[in-house]
């Protein structure tokens, strides 16, 4: 858990194995890595067997994300919260709820895949605006969401073996009506 920092971290050729959260006098956080308003370029990393609610948790920072994989993930992936930043180049294996999620951030995705996720390839909630380009999607329930009052662009990829393809919808009160764009996207063998 990185809080605050003064300067960007920068981590390489790293592996984050069968972790869970930190548990600390009553003081717990979601993610199995955390960088709380701490800057953070994360680059040739492995995120495998975590055992918590998130395995890489972002909030409140600027993130540069490259080819890095998550694998066996025991809910989320990458979980980013009201930040701003690039995921380049990564691969999302067995994910058990979202690969990834995004919250009140603004973020490009590109050329990720993704393979078996229990719920959302790619979500986008709270106003965020994303991304997402030159990507693979299979097998999972929902290949890309857009809720909350979100922008999500969609181009160059292929969504395949998902319950929905694409889902736009409203659940909290208090934001907009979110928007979805898909462009030269393939959706194959989608409910």
């Not at 319950?163 to 898909?182: I, N």
Request: include cysteine.
């Amino acid at each position: 858990t990185v809080l605050q920092a003064q300067s960007a971290s920068s981590l390489q050729h790293v592996t984050f194995e069968n972790l869970t959260t930190l548990n600390k006098n009553g003081w717990t956080l979601t993610g199995a890595v955390n960088f709380y308003e701490s800057n953070v370029e994360i680059s040739h990393c492995a995120f495998v067997s975590n055992h918590c609610e998130d395995a890489l948790n972002t909030i409140r920072c600027e993130f540069k994300v490259q080819h890095c994989r998550f694998e066996q993930i025991f809910s989320d992936a990458f979980d980013s919260d009201f930040c701003q930043g690039e995921l380049l180049s990564s691969t999302f294996y067995n994910i058990g709820n979202d690969a990834i999620d995004f919250s009140g951030s603004h973020a490009a995705i590109r050329d990720v895949t993704i393979e078996t996720c229990g719920d959302k390839g790619v979500s986008g909630g709270e106003a965020s605006r994303l991304q997402v380009m030159d990507s693979r999607i299979k097998g999972g329930m929902i290949g890309v969401a857009s809720k909350d009052a979100s922008q999500v662009s969609v181009s160059n990829t292929v969504v395949s073996d998902m319950h929905y393809g694409a889902v736009v919808f409203r659940k909290k009160p208090e934001y907009g009506f979110p928007s979805l764009v898909l462009k030269n996207t393939e959706m194959v063998a989608v409910d």
